[in-house]
């Protein structure tokens, strides 16, 4: 019997290595673009290095023999020959011909992982089949195709024409097709709105207003045309109906509609009920029911959206043996590519680290994203919502809300006041504008 290595290059895997420890940090960042995770390494002690020079870039400390074999021996305590270790990684800086080329190196390794996952996925799809397990074979096949299109992908891409690209562009800026508002002006003032092909994060606190502002985004991106798909997976898919419900009521207590306590109301909820069948119908998509990265991409690809939002991605299932940051990692790199692939824009909403709550300045920073190395890196914008009241009842008013805008590649930081309006499930330009919406009893 035969037996067949996958595909794998050693040779690839030093010199992308030794490349980074030659380089240091400054190199490794020109990797990681490529090198999405650490098994993209077929050699285990390869993948060791790589998880102690992320671990080291994460951390900014610098990189190079001494502290990739440090940190390495902090890993992994149990390896029986530090010696050996050491010696290995010292002598990987002669194993790369020529540091310039490391993303040559990079893109080789990654293609040789893509090719072991194909196989992988064939394997487990010939195996489903033969189960008539419709279910898992649905979400193989999704894996199965994001695989192959990524290997299409990485090959060179053909030649184009500068005059064809010049028109392109005159087309986009002409049509302003490129930008998807949000159409709430604290979010579209500091960039205009979201860019297809891109990402934006919104963060914030449990009962800071992030899902009811994800809500009001829906409405506004609908009323806009846009079709929306949305991933719930902090809540269920009629509680965001309830939410719109409210919103689209003019006189609707969102306190009173989850009790069922429609008393003097009934009439205006069957109005808002008919609204939103007859507004939202072909246009918004919702699943509670995702609970993988590879149904929700495979969603994406069937459904054609313009606007994806991912409510939150720290709920995503992901494989455990990850490390969590490589997990994040993942989620928002899979997110960006398929943004690209499918010309839409995406919403990802992520939780933020408690530390906040124990500042003397309560307000949300870039730094308090979980994970927040991977986002500052990839995502586009990066949006906060804030609700002073929380922190102190007698400052703030309860009307009273905050939208930050951390981080944009197109645009300008800032901070606006928002009204805040949590039994209408709405936010508005003012407190005052908020104030005077409340329900009538």
Same mark, same amino acid.
């Given at each position: 019997?035969?037996?067949?290595?996958? /595909?794998?290059?050693?040779?690839?895997?030093?010199?992308?290595?030794?490349?980074?420890?030659?380089?240091?940090?400054?190199?490794?960042?020109?990797?990681?673009?490529?090198?999405?995770?650490?098994?993209?390494?077929?050699?285990?002690?390869?993948?060791?290095?790589?998880?102690?020079?992320?671990?080291?870039?994460?951390?900014?400390?610098?990189?190079?023999?001494?502290?990739?074999?440090?940190?390495?021996?902090?890993?992994?305590?149990?390896?029986?020959?530090?010696?050996?270790?050491?010696?290995?990684?010292?002598?990987? #800086? *002669?194993?790369?011909?020529? #540091?310039?080329?490391?993303?040559?190196?990079?893109?080789?390794?990654?293609?040789?992982?893509?090719?072991?996952?194909?196989?992988?996925?064939?394997?487990?799809?010939?195996?489903?089949?033969?189960?008539?397990?419709?279910?898992?074979? =649905?979400?193989?096949?999704? =894996?199965?195709?994001?695989?192959? =299109?990524?290997?299409?992908?990485?090959? #060179?891409?053909?030649?184009?024409?500068?005059?064809?690209?010049?028109?392109?562009?005159?087309?986009?800026? !002409?049509?302003?097709?490129?930008?998807?508002?949000?159409?709430?002006?604290?979010?579209?003032? /500091?960039?205009?709105?979201?860019?297809?092909?891109?990402?934006?994060?919104?963060?914030?606190?449990?009962?800071?207003?992030?899902?009811?502002?994800?809500?009001?985004?829906?409405? @506004?991106?609908?009323?806009?045309?846009?079709?929306?798909?949305?991933?719930?997976?902090?809540?269920?898919? #009629?509680?965001?109906?309830?939410?719109?419900?409210?919103?689209?009521? !003019?006189?609707?207590?969102?306190?009173?509609?989850?009790?069922?306590?429609?008393?003097?109301?009934? *009439?205006?909820?069957?109005?808002?009920?008919?609204?939103?069948? *007859?507004?939202?119908?072909?246009?918004?998509?919702?699943?509670?029911?995702?609970?993988?990265?590879?149904?929700? &991409?495979?969603?994406?690809?069937?459904?054609?959206?313009?606007?994806?939002? *991912?409510?939150?991605?720290?709920?995503?299932?992901?494989?455990?043996?990850? =490390?969590? $940051?490589?997990?994040?990692?993942?989620?928002?790199?899979?997110?960006?590519?398929?943004?690209?692939?499918?010309?839409? @824009?995406?919403?990802?909403?992520?939780?933020?680290?408690?530390?906040?709550?124990?500042?003397?300045?309560?307000?949300?920073?870039?730094?308090?994203?979980?994970?927040?190395?991977?986002?500052?890196?990839?995502?586009? @914008?990066?949006?906060?919502?804030?609700?002073?009241?929380?922190?102190?009842?007698? +400052?703030?008013?309860?009307?009273?809300?905050?939208?930050?805008?951390?981080?944009?590649?197109?645009?300008?930081? &800032?901070?606006? +006041?928002?009204?805040?309006?949590?039994?209408?499930? $709405?936010?508005?330009?003012?407190?005052?504008?908020?104030?005077?919406?409340?329900?009538?009893?």
């Amino acid at each position: 019997m035969t037996i067949r290595i996958q /595909p794998h290059s050693e040779e690839a895997e030093k010199a992308l290595l030794g490349s980074v420890l030659t380089g240091g940090s400054e190199v490794f960042e020109k990797c990681k673009h490529w090198i999405r995770q650490s098994d993209a390494f077929y050699n285990d002690c390869h993948k060791k290095i790589w998880i102690a020079m992320h671990r080291l870039y994460r951390d900014k400390d610098g990189i190079d023999c001494v502290t990739v074999v440090d940190k390495f021996k902090r890993l992994n305590p149990d390896e029986s020959d530090t010696r050996d270790i050491t010696y290995y990684i010292s002598g990987l #800086p *002669d194993e790369s011909p020529s #540091p310039a080329l490391v993303e040559k190196y990079s893109k080789i390794v990654w293609e040789k992982y893509l090719r072991r996952s194909v196989s992988k996925s064939a394997i487990n799809l010939n195996s489903t089949v033969l189960q008539d397990d419709n279910q898992s074979m =649905e979400e193989i096949v999704g =894996e199965h195709i994001r695989l192959l =299109e990524e290997i299409k992908n990485i090959q #060179p891409t053909k030649l184009n024409d500068i005059e064809e690209i010049v028109e392109k562009t005159r087309e986009l800026v !002409n049509s302003g097709d490129n930008i998807i508002k949000f159409g709430i002006p604290a979010l579209d003032i /500091p960039a205009g709105g979201m860019t297809r092909k891109e990402i934006t994060v919104l963060g914030g606190r449990p009962g800071h207003g992030k899902t009811t502002l994800v809500v009001n985004i829906v409405r @506004s991106l609908i009323e806009q045309g846009n079709k929306v798909i949305i991933f719930n997976r902090e809540m269920s898919n #009629p509680e965001m109906i309830r939410k719109l419900v409210v919103m689209e009521g !003019n006189n609707l207590s969102y306190s009173k509609v989850r009790k069922g306590d429609l008393n003097g109301t009934t *009439d205006e909820f069957n109005k808002s009920i008919d609204k939103i069948k *007859d507004k939202y119908k072909d246009k918004l998509l919702m699943f509670d029911d995702v609970s993988t990265l590879d149904e929700a &991409m495979l969603e994406i690809s069937r459904h054609k959206p313009d606007v994806i939002i *991912d409510d939150y991605i720290q709920l995503i299932a992901m494989p455990e043996k990850q =490390e969590r $940051r490589f997990q994040i990692e993942k989620i928002v790199q899979d997110y960006k590519w398929i943004c690209k692939k499918e010309d839409c @824009s995406a919403l990802l909403v992520s939780q933020l680290n408690r530390d906040i709550e124990k500042r003397y300045e309560p307000r949300p920073r870039l730094s308090d994203y979980s994970e927040s190395g991977v986002i500052e890196q990839t995502a586009e @914008s990066a949006l906060f919502v804030w609700y002073g009241y929380v922190f102190n009842d007698e +400052e703030y008013s309860p009307y009273q809300s905050e939208i930050i805008s951390a981080k944009t590649r197109y645009g300008k930081v &800032m901070t606006e +006041e928002v009204g805040f309006n949590g039994d209408r499930c $709405r936010f508005y330009e003012s407190k005052e504008q908020a104030l005077e919406d409340t329900p009538k009893q």
